[in-house]
């Protein structure tokens, strides 16, 4: 009993003192991405981007110092990175929070960030709803139905009239669908089936099979990066499932470049829709690209990569623009409208949304030198976020 | 119609065997011992890394490659299980549970700093890519092969498990253990092997796994829940339990996703609740 | 899965408009009980390893379940629109997260006198009993699978209890609290501070967390590598647990 009471008294104590800390003259930037677990590469990669920035810029801006804070998550967990935000803001005085690679993730913190008044920089998930959450949250990632709706569209205009969609059953998964179908039957097509594979699906081969028995003229294919993009790729050719005889569209990871090198010859004519292009021609993409590989034992950058560094250039600038002034609502006002060139291509926040517009590449897997490589077949520029605005 | 089924039995076979070989290891040892070794996925998972990087850094063919994942897991277990493991037999269950589970954070931690976080890839030589069309049904190759290895490892587990010496110690030991003992028979030596060979079957399914479900520092995690499905399902101690379990699994699974896709993940764990209740031992379970 | 049902069980109410949070509470802990003992005449079927795997099946089916209807929790991004009220009309929530740390320290008082009560009853007893010869008991005339269902749905409402509290001090609920990990974390805690105390699940719980707390904070990539490390030298050095380590040396002394 005693005891027990002693222990309350220990604990409460060290709430009290560890709040006490002062603002100092560094800029402290919270990081809050899922370090270990199922997606620890995409928080390797995104941080890696992070790095690459600062490493080329300088660690200091307007005057402070930048100082990182790196707190882990361990996979989607919403209420612990609202936690470690919350533990960032009250007990490491952080000026800024970044980060949030998962959609879950990103809304659990979102609260804090208006409570607190502090900027979010939403570095990857790309959930649409994320930036209608809090009025200090700016994206510099993408959204889904901003790369998946044109895409649809597209599609259409080249020819193909019906689709099959297998996306994985997750908020991602399911907003590229509902996009990608959109986009897709308000051009005229039409959906031909639908179907939804578990996040973490070991074994495509029962999906892909449904997807033959249909044989429809295209198949749209949704799966979050990793080892998934290779492992479906290869039970659609088990299936005889690949172009000509077949379209095989997606969004950007399913060809990105391990799972290219994994799938080999049969990932062929692959056509993709992505914001950022790892071969894109373009002085400043091969300045990053060369940058990056340099730094990271010859690992290519890739999406989580350039969020994460144009996250950093977002920073850096606003800063720069508010004078050293860390106030949420300055900075926020500064990244309203913020234009720049990026490695990805031209790219701006829009000031009403404080979401990214961007160009949408479409590309093709082709063979370039002897290497098979995402070929740019199709920009369409200056895309904002189709469901804004839908909402309300 | 037909032809569905077929491939559908086809590919969740393949899938099942994947599973068997993960896990009949570990019902082995977890029969003979009760030893509950949580981290006999991460032996998985490194016969994955192994058998990745010998082919990349070395340029061995994959036939070379998958041995070398069965032998290298075999002697790395052996070395863990004469320090570290042995002086678990005798702690409670919980205390495994917790020591494994260490033992897999370990493992994890140690691949992300050596290996990295990337997904690896496996280069498949030529021969074992694409299909082959038999009667208008598109089979893979690949999952032909994983059946094929698998078949053949389970005719020499049977084999050696009914006809040799050390498969007679091995079943003495697994039905009696304070018998064997009592008999004058090394328990000890003989369970040292089991373990070898069990991490080894492991290490050589991880390295098959690779091309199917990738490999990541986080495949210990991963595989664990499908290989203890498999060890509970089938019964513990027994080859023919988890080789059946394994294939129900597999067979569950992908049908069940492809007939049903909308509950098709419920399906094996209702599955695994049902059977349990009504046979508590698994299907083959002896004790 | 029952941490996850209770904090499903006070986000939903909330959401649909009842943020208050002592009723809420309570509400949710009853529900995870009533749910546990429902679920306890099967769990009480099996024992080993099938009791391992039945629960581990039932709560991925659970998982499975909260994820296939989005429409009622949010599916994988997780249930959002929780609104705690403050407690007694008076503390709000706030961002330094007083009220929030104080609220759950009440309430962790209150369950473990609870528990304490409880252990030191004849039922507590009778637990015992079963612990230390499971045979024993129906031969002395004790219903002991009828202990078990009863002490299966209270611990299951503590679970719940903790989960409402997560739901409502954190205003997030998402499929992890259903989770395999998450389960897995809260067995690592009690044995790591030893099993059949209710001080070590305490302990254990304090020294996990800081230790990871710590850890991540000096390197977020690899912390779990001295995490398994200390799991190893607790078995290793301390097989019954860090409590019952400590109880050793005081004996010693003694």
């Not at chain 1, 919403?78 to 952080?94: F, G, I, S, T, W």
């Not at chain 1, 990053?288 to 950093?312: C, H, K, Q, W």
């Not at chain 2, 019902?27 to 006999?40: D, E, K, P, Q, R």
């Amino acid at each position: 009993m005693l005891k027990t009471t002693a222990l309350a008294m220990v604990l409460g104590l060290g709430v009290a003192w560890s709040s006490g800390a002062v603002a100092q003259e560094t800029l402290k930037i919270g990081v809050i991405l899922p370090y270990s677990g199922p997606f620890a590469d995409a928080a390797n990669q995104l941080q890696a981007g992070i790095d690459l920035y600062i490493a080329e810029h300088g660690d200091e801006v307007a005057g402070r110092k930048i100082e990182l804070i790196k707190r882990d998550t361990g996979g989607p967990a919403p209420d612990v990175a609202r936690r470690l935000a919350q533990e960032l803001v009250v007990r490491d005085n952080v000026d800024i929070l970044a980060g949030f690679a998962l959609t879950p993730e990103a809304l659990g913190a979102a609260e804090i960030a208006t409570e607190a008044q502090k900027l979010m920089v939403v570095m990857n998930a790309a959930t649409s709803v994320i930036t209608e959450q809090s009025p200090y949250i700016v994206r510099t990632s993408v959204t889904i139905p901003q790369v998946n709706y044109a895409f649809g569209t597209w599609a259409y205009e080249q020819g193909v009239r019906e689709a099959y969609t297998l996306v994985a059953d997750y908020g991602p998964g399911i907003d590229a669908e509902t996009s990608f179908a959109k986009g897709f039957t308000e051009a005229g097509g039409t959906i031909v089936g639908a179907d939804r594979t578990p996040v973490a699906n070991p074994d495509f081969s029962a999906y892909v099979q449904r997807v033959a028995d249909a044989d429809p003229e295209a198949v749209y294919i949704f799966v979050p990066g990793g080892a998934q993009p290779a492992a479906i790729g290869k039970a659609l050719v088990d299936r005889g499932l690949s172009p000509p005889d077949i379209k095989v569209l997606g969004q950007g990871e399913l060809t990105h470049p391990e799972a290219l090198e994994s799938m080999g010859e049969t990932a062929r004519g692959i056509i993709t829709t992505f914001h950022y292009t790892l071969e894109r021609d373009d002085p400043l993409n091969k300045a990053y690209v060369d940058g990056y590989t340099a730094a990271n034992n010859g690992r290519e950058p890739d999406l989580f990569s350039i969020g994460g560094y144009d996250g950093m250039h977002l920073i850096y600038e606003a800063v720069k623009a508010t004078n050293g002034d860390t106030s949420g609502d300055a900075l926020i006002e500064a990244a309203k409208g913020m234009a720049w060139d990026s490695p990805r291509g031209p790219m701006s926040i829009d000031p009403e949304t404080r979401d990214v517009i961007q160009t949408v590449y479409i590309r093709e897997v082709q063979e370039v030198d002897g290497e098979l490589q995402n070929v740019i077949v199709h920009e369409i520029p200056n895309v904002k976020d189709p469901l804004h605005g839908a909402a309300q | 119609m037909i032809s569905q089924i077929v491939i559908v039995l086809f590919d969740g076979f393949a899938f099942g065997m994947l599973l068997f070989l993960l896990s009949v290891g570990l019902s082995v040892t977890l029969g003979m011992m009760n030893f509950i070794n949580l981290a006999h996925g991460a032996f998985g998972m490194f016969g994955g890394y192994v058998a990745v990087t010998v082919m990349r850094q070395l340029g061995l063919p994959f036939l070379v490659a998958l041995p070398l994942a069965f032998i290298a897991m075999a002697v790395l277990s052996v070395m863990i299980e004469r320090t570290l493991f042995r002086r678990l037999y005798k702690a409670g269950e919980l205390n495994q549970v917790l020591f494994t589970i260490g033992v897999v954070f370990v493992a994890a931690a140690a691949a992300t700093f050596i290996f990295g976080t990337v997904q690896q890839v496996i280069i498949l030589p030529d021969w074992l890519r694409g299909s082959v069309e038999i009667g208008g049904i598109r089979f893979g190759i690949y999952r032909a092969f994983i059946i094929l290895v698998a078949l053949i490892i389970t005719a020499l587990l049977v084999f050696g498990l009914e006809r040799t010496r050390l498969g007679a110690q091995i079943r003495a030991a697994v039905d009696n253990q304070r018998m064997a003992q009592g008999l004058g028979l090394d328990v000890e030596r003989v369970f040292a092997i089991t373990f070898a060979l069990g991490c080894g079957l492991a290490g050589l399914g991880g390295a098959l796994a690779v091309e199917i479900v990738g490999l990541s520092p986080s495949f210990g995690f991963q595989m664990l829940v499908y290989v203890l499905i498999v060890v509970s399902v089938g019964g513990l101690g027994s080859i023919s339990g988890s080789f059946a379990g394994a294939a129900l699994l597999g067979i569950g699974d992908v049908a069940g996703k492809y007939f049903w896709p909308e509950i098709g993940s419920f399906l094996i764990y209702l599955l695994l609740v049902a059977i349990l209740l009504v046979r508590p031992l698994g299907l083959f379970g002896k004790r | 899965m029952f941490f996850g049902l209770g904090a499903y069980f006070a986000g939903i109410i909330s959401v649909r408009g009842w943020g208050e949070p002592i009723s809420g509470l309570l509400m949710a802990g009853i529900f995870a009980g009533v749910i546990g003992y429902v679920v306890s005449f099967l769990i009480t079927r099996v024992q080993h390893l099938a009791l391992i795997m039945v629960t581990l099946g039932l709560g991925f089916l659970t998982y499975e379940l909260a994820n296939a209807m989005p429409w009622l929790t949010g599916g994988t991004d997780g249930l959002r629109g929780i609104r705690t009220w403050p407690i007694f009309g008076q503390f709000k929530f706030d961002l330094w997260g007083y009220t929030g740390y104080a609220y759950a320290l009440a309430v962790l008082f209150l369950c473990f006198l609870l528990s304490r009560r409880l252990v030191n009853s004849s039922f507590g007893l009778a637990l015992r009993g079963i612990r230390e010869n499971v045979k024993r008991m129906p031969a002395i005339g004790a219903d002991h699978k009828g202990h078990l269902r009863l002490i299966y749905a209270i611990s299951a409402s503590i679970a719940g209890l903790a989960g409402a509290l997560m739901a409502q001090t954190t205003n997030t609920v998402a499929l992890d609290s259903l989770s395999f990990e998450r389960s897995a974390d809260v067995v690592v805690m009690l044995i790591l501070g030893g099993t059949g105390r209710l001080y070590g699940a305490i302990l254990g719980t304090i020294i996990f967390l800081v230790a990871r707390d710590q850890l991540a904070g000096i390197n977020p990539q690899y912390w779990y590598f001295g995490i398994g490390i200390l799991l190893m030298v607790v078995v290793l050095f301390m097989p019954k647990g860090i409590l019952g380590f400590l109880a050793r040396i005081v004996d010693r002394r003694n």
